[in-house]
């Protein structure tokens, strides 16, 4: 099983990102995903989950109409559209498999990460 993520970077508050996690060694669509994050110097946080079936998804509020999480099978790749963001945001964001079908059932790989850095 391998998690990379990519899309991270400097982008200006109230910009946009796409980050994507490419999986491999398993098939996404069959697994609850999540993407979490770690800001400097704190824990971490989950930020969104989608499911295995991909019709329900999940967010912590402060994210909410703004961070979108995504899939797409046929790529068995993993995205969080990232808009209108703040400086808030400013992490190192993992995607994370989960065990079974749903977000939250415990999640047993994770990436790398990537860096989104949102600063003027």
């Known amino acids: 099983v391998q998690l990379v993520e990519s899309g991270g970077g400097l982008v200006q508050p109230g910009g946009s990102l796409r980050l994507s996690c490419a999986a491999s060694g398993f098939t996404l669509s069959n697994y609850g995903m999540n993407w979490v994050r770690q800001a400097p110097g704190k824990g971490l946080e989950w930020v969104s989950g989608i499911n295995s079936g991909g019709d329900r998804l999940a967010s912590v509020d402060s994210v909410k109409g703004r961070l979108t999480i995504s899939r797409d099978s046929a790529k068995n790749t993993l995205y969080l559209q990232m808009n209108s963001l703040k400086p808030e945001d400013t992490a190192v964001y993992y995607c994370?498999?989960?065990?079974?079908?749903?977000w939250g059932d415990g999640m047993d790989y994770w990436g790398k990460g990537t860096l989104v850095t949102v600063s003027s």
């Open positions: 994370a498999k989960d065990r079974g079908i749903w």
